[in-house]
């Protein structure tokens, strides 16, 4: 799964151009146009990078990168400021603020992009962990696989949340956050109720968790995980919705293979191997 970015920039041109060069590298990427509905759309589905425009129609760039630094969902977000100032005091009060870089319009793109890179993975070495569910992140996941005597006899078991931002949008990110948190306490129920000593639970992505695991206990694992977490995060829906019969919006998918062979040199590696595996939706039998 390539890391989501959000680019902010008022002028329509600049915009559908940034957009579909990252999107031509697989990166997820949503946009905005104003100041405002930045900050909203990133506390909403939080980005693993913002591209900024300082000079915004409403809220300029100072403020957006000062509102998201006030939120724990977006506190840690890698900010790059986009902007045709050349001042040495605009350029410090944008690092003053929390940017992670600035680069000034007229900009290489290609240049540009190996900013994103380095600043993504600099990002992804913090936060250690998950801000809402406090599980081990992208880091000490990788720190965990190669601190294993040998990976031979593990299993790792990635469960996928599709529809989370479809969720999110329809209900809140309190709700999401909530959601997030069952979805955490179920997978380590289940971690428990198995007694599978010596598991380790992890929350690299938003919608992702990762479960190492016995390898020999892994479908024992899946089929309990597929009987406990889709009627879990039914509860999560309005009371007057689930009467309604309201649609589902959350779908729960899993991959899973043994952990042998598989590259852990670093989190692009492992996400990419994941991506080739067989992905089944997680139903109650």
């Known amino acids: 799964m390539k890391e989501r970015i959000l680019i902010v920039e008022d002028d329509p041109d600049t915009l559908e151009m940034l957009a579909a060069y990252f999107r031509r590298f697989d990166y997820q990427v949503i946009t905005a146009p104003f100041g405002q509905s930045a900050i909203d759309q990133a506390t909403a589905h939080p980005p693993q990078l913002v591209i900024l425009d300082i000079r915004l129609p409403d809220v300029d760039g100072y403020e957006v990168c000062r509102r998201l630094r006030q939120q724990e969902r977006t506190r840690h977000v890698p900010i790059i400021f986009l902007t045709e100032k ?4 605009s350029k410090i009060a944008g690092l003053e603020l929390g940017a992670e870089d600035y680069i ?21 070495l913090l936060p250690l962990t998950h801000p809402v569910t406090g599980l081990a992140g992208r880091q000490l ?20 949340l599709e529809g989370l931002d479809a969720f999110s949008d329809q209900y809140g990110f309190v709700a999401r956050d909530d959601l997030l948190r069952a979805v955490n306490a179920t997978a380590s129920s289940v971690i428990e109720a198995l007694g599978l000593a010596g598991c380790f639970l992890a929350h690299p992505l938003e919608e992702q968790f990762i479960l190492l695991v016995p390898q020999e206990r892994a479908e024992e694992c899946l089929h309990q995980l597929a009987q406990r ?16 019969g309201a649609p589902s919006l959350l779908h729960v998918f899993a991959r899973t293979a043994p952990l042998a062979g598989m590259a852990l040199d670093d989190w692009q590696s492992l996400a990419a191997f994941l991506e080739t595996l067989p992905r089944r939706p997680l139903n109650p039998s």
């Open 86 to 89: 050349r001042e040495r005091e």
């Open 104 to 124: 000034t319009k007229p900009f290489d793109i290609h240049e540009l992009r190996l900013r994103v890179e380095n600043a993504l993975r600099r990002a992804s």
């Open 141 to 160: 996941l990788l720190e965990h696989l190669r601190g294993l005597p040998s990976p031979a006899g593990w299993a790792i078991i990635s469960l996928e």
């Open 229 to 244: 977490l889709p009627p879990a995060l039914t509860t999560f829906y309005p009371f007057q919705a689930r009467q309604a």
